[in-house]
């Protein structure tokens, strides 16, 4: 056991770290998942506890669970992890509520609970489906579970938004094999002195999860972190009460790698309202390329073509000042309607020309370099026909204009970005 | 349970109302293309379009590292169409990739290397 502890803290100080991780691997926090997968070739690691601290006269259970997460291709990502379950009564109650989980003292082996795997399809960065399989894995003397598998599936539906953060709605359904009836009273007469009769509600249904939830930021290194799963027992023999789960906490980052989730639990029964139980979740995380990170990354990491461009784009030459100047008036795409903007501007220049009626002016259409010259040179002349027209509208004398289209050949920015080619799409008012 | 379908599917559209849009395009080939001086070798890129401060961006992707951000020219139409459209234009001047969102037409335009 010490050696697969070693083995899992030696590869998690070899390998670059991660951004977010479910108990179950899979992207998403505590039981909660996101729709995004890990990118293709990128993997993630996380170890955390789940503490449940009942009521007392009631188990204790400590959940430690390992989980590991891996890009398969950008939209499809394995997920899986062990855990190990611990019961920590300090009181030591030997039949109370959960027979099944050991005591602490017997054991860090004896407590392993399950290995779950999991499969993670997005279909876009807002949807995903998820399928798995939960199989038990203890030994059976002491075991939670007979050696039936659960297996199960979940919708998932995520927005994200890198300078805010995360939300999440999932709905999963599970086939718990873990128990039935027989496996149960087998379980009983070979393990506890007291042999007790079952109840229905001892025996594990099918189970239908709600959960919602996200991650909100706060600031460049903390995020407000919070989650709500409620589940329903689908046997309605078993008289199982429905759960209802919260965590919430926050989120640290360390470095550009390193997590840790910090979140208070609070475990809430609906059907009779009592036997509520509260703990806390930790888990530590890491990532190959963290998420919210991403934006920092553009500017970090270079572009993959190293070819440089011969004949580099010449820098915008910058505006000659004049004493009388005018401003460029911008157009939408592919559009020689004047916005407001525009004709704000105008305006300014309607009185600049009432104030120099001496002044002639030439008006110059522009435009950038997509579509045909032909048509960027009829597109310009509109533009220029445009400004001529509201020019005029505000009392300015039309003998006093000329127009004249350059289409696509004088751009005044790099054609190369649409963060520069859109001041491409002008008019100008010139002295003559 | 009926009562746990129409929460769940309230707080869908409640999400997407709230959220900005976000749309996964796929991978995608590129021809080598040219953006703000720098030559992109041509091959395949992840596109995922995101909604930023009313604006959109394709940003581009290569074994999972963002490469570029290319601001979306949006143009407003009266038609609709499903799907992406990937396309050389005519002149081999650019390569467009573009769809339809709320009753707009969202391009982004990739000047190719000559």
């Known amino acids: 056991m010490k050696k697969f502890i070693l083995f899992i803290l030696v590869i998690l100080l070899i390998s670059p770290l991660v951004l977010i991780s479910s108990e179950y691997g899979n992207s998403g926090l505590f039981k909660l998942f996101y729709a995004n997968s890990i990118m293709k070739g990128n993997y993630q690691f996380s170890l955390g506890l789940d503490n449940i601290d009942r009521q007392k006269q009631d188990t204790d259970i400590n959940d430690f669970y390992i989980s590991f997460g891996y890009g398969l291709t950008d939209n499809l990502e394995i997920g899986g992890r062990i855990n190990f379950l611990r019961r920590v009564d300090p009181d030591n109650l030997k039949d109370s509520y959960y027979n099944g989980t050991p005591y602490a003292h017997e054991g860090f082996y004896q407590g392993v609970g399950y290995a779950d795997f999991g499969l993670k399809f997005s279909l876009s960065d807002n949807f995903a489906v998820r399928g798995f399989i939960s199989m038990p894995m203890s030994d059976k003397d002491v075991a939670v579970t007979t050696t039936k598998p659960a297996f199960g599936g979940n919708l998932i539906v995520s927005t994200k938004k890198s300078k805010t953060g995360i939300f999440s709605v999932n709905l999963g359904y599970t086939f718990n094999g873990r128990l039935n009836k027989t496996d149960y009273i087998n379980y009983m007469q070979k393990n506890l002195t007291t042999f007790v009769v079952p109840t229905a509600s001892d025996i594990l249904t099918d189970e239908f999860t709600f959960a919602a939830g996200g991650q909100y930021r706060l600031s460049n290194r903390v995020y407000l972190i919070g989650t709500a799963l409620y589940t329903k027992y689908m046997n309605s023999e078993a008289n199982q009460e429905d759960c209802f789960d919260v965590w919430a906490g926050f989120q640290f980052l360390l470095n550009k790698n390193w997590k840790i989730n910090i979140a208070y639990k609070k475990n809430l029964l609906f059907t009779d309202g009592l036997a509520t139980s509260q703990g806390g979740a930790v888990s530590i995380v890491y990532n190959s390329v963290p998420e919210a990170i991403k934006e920092k990354v553009v500017k970090e990491v270079k572009p993959i073509p190293v070819i440089k461009e011969e004949k580099e784009t010449p820098p915008p030459p910058k505006p000659v000042v004049k004493p009388l100047s005018f401003e460029d008036t911008y157009f939408a795409f592919d559009s020689y309607e004047l916005t407001e903007e525009a004709k704000t501007i105008l305006l300014k220049e309607v009185k600049d020309l009432k104030a120099h009626p001496e002044l002639n002016v030439v008006i110059e259409g522009h435009t950038c370099n997509i579509g045909t010259n032909a048509y960027n040179l009829a597109l310009g002349e509109k533009r220029a026909q445009a400004v001529k027209d509201f020019l005029i509208s505000n009392g300015i004398e039309p003998a006093r204009f000329q127009t004249i289209s350059y289409g696509e050949e004088n751009p005044k920015y790099d054609n190369t970005t649409e963060e520069t080619r859109r001041f491409n799409r002008r008019a100008y008012i010139k002295k003559r | ?114």
């Open chain 2, 1 to 114: 349970m009926k009562k746990i379908i129409i929460v769940f599917i309230t707080i869908v559209v409640l999400t997407f109302f709230l959220f900005s849009y976000e749309r996964n395009i796929g991978n995608v080939y590129f021809p080598s293309f040219v953006h703000k001086g720098q030559v992109y070798k041509a091959g395949r890129y992840k596109v995922k379009v995101n909604e930023e401060n009313g604006n959109y961006y394709f940003s581009l992707f290569k074994k999972g590292n963002l490469v570029l951000k290319e601001l979306a020219v949006v143009k407003p139409v009266k038609y609709s169409f499903k799907g992406v459209k990937k396309q050389v234009l005519k002149g081999k001047e650019y390569f467009r990739i573009s769809f339809y969102h709320n009753n707009n037409l969202v391009m982004g335009y990739f000047y190719l290397k000559k």
